[in-house]
Antibody, heavy 123, light 107 residues
Framework: EVQLVQSGAEVKKPGESLNISCRGS????????IAWVRQLPGKGLELMGI????????RYSPSFQGQVTMSVDKSISTAYLQWSSLKASDSAMYYC????????????????WGQGTTVTVSS | AIQMTQSPSSLSASVGDRVTITCRAS??????VGWYQQQPGKAPRFLVF???GLQNGVPSRFGGSGSGTDFTLTITSLQPEDFATYYC?????????FGQGTKVEIK
């Protein structure tokens, strides 16, 4: 079964750094875009950006450019979302999802989702 | 960035009703729209690709249509498990963008 498994819930203080992960299994990880999606409490889905593991081509949505860093480690089929200095407003649920096209130059839609990682930032 | 305007933001319906949700894109995006369902406390689920293609395992009461700028998700006979929030997403170009969501509630 194709799966994305995310790291566990995090509780952090403002100003701290954080790295959450998303591990893909049972598919060719390098060839499928990975998207990161934020959901603030009680709000809708926001696409933060996408990364292509094969060449680390990364496209950030404007609201998130400079606020987070996306990366991958192909050797362990894992994508990461990183913050260098968290704010209380980063408290949210974060999902990773796979675009099902299997192509760098096309998009199909996000057919496989991780279970989500809750991030709580509070002093 | 392409904006996706989704309507209504919420609706009340009964089991067995036909429900229609629309998304309008701020520019021509051909058929590059998908639809997602999110039940409370769960990750989103992919329902429709390329505006009208039904993802594997999705019941046939779900259907999508449209091209260009106007898109529709229809549920022909609402079932209890369909009460959820629905989102459109354009994947025509980056940054991909979601609509604001439509919450389908029980009347």
């Amino acid at each position: 079964e194709v799966q994305l498994v995310q790291s566990g819930a995090e509780v952090k203080k403002p100003g701290e750094s954080l790295n959450i992960s998303c591990r893909g299994s049972t598919y060719s990880f390098n060839h499928y875009w990975i998207a990161w999606v934020r959901q603030l409490p009680g709000k809708g889905l926001e696409l933060m950006g996408i990364i292509y593991p094969g060449d680390s081509d990364t496209r950030y949505s404007p609201s998130f450019q400079g606020q987070v860093t996306m990366s991958v480690d192909k050797s362990i089929s894992t994508a990461y979302l990183q913050w260098s200095s968290l704010k209380a407003s980063d408290s949210a649920m974060y999902y990773c999802a796979r675009d099902g096209s299997g192509s760098h130059s096309d998009s199909y839609g996000m057919d496989v989702w991780g279970q989500g990682t809750t991030v709580t930032v509070s002093s | 960035a392409i904006q996706m305007t989704q309507s209504p933001s919420s609706l009340s319906a009964s089991v067995g009703d036909r429900v229609t949700i629309t998304c309008r894109a701020s520019q021509d995006i051909r058929n590059k729209v998908g639809w997602y369902q999110q039940q409370p406390g769960k990750a989103p689920r992919f329902l429709v690709f390329a505006a009208s293609g039904l993802q594997n395992g999705v019941p046939s009461r779900f259907g999508g249509s449209g091209s260009g700028t106007d898109f529709t998700l229809t549920i022909t006979s609402l079932q209890p498990e369909d009460f959820a929030t629905y989102y459109c997403l354009q994947n025509y170009n980056t940054p991909w963008t979601f609509g604001q969501g439509t919450k389908v509630e029980i009347k």
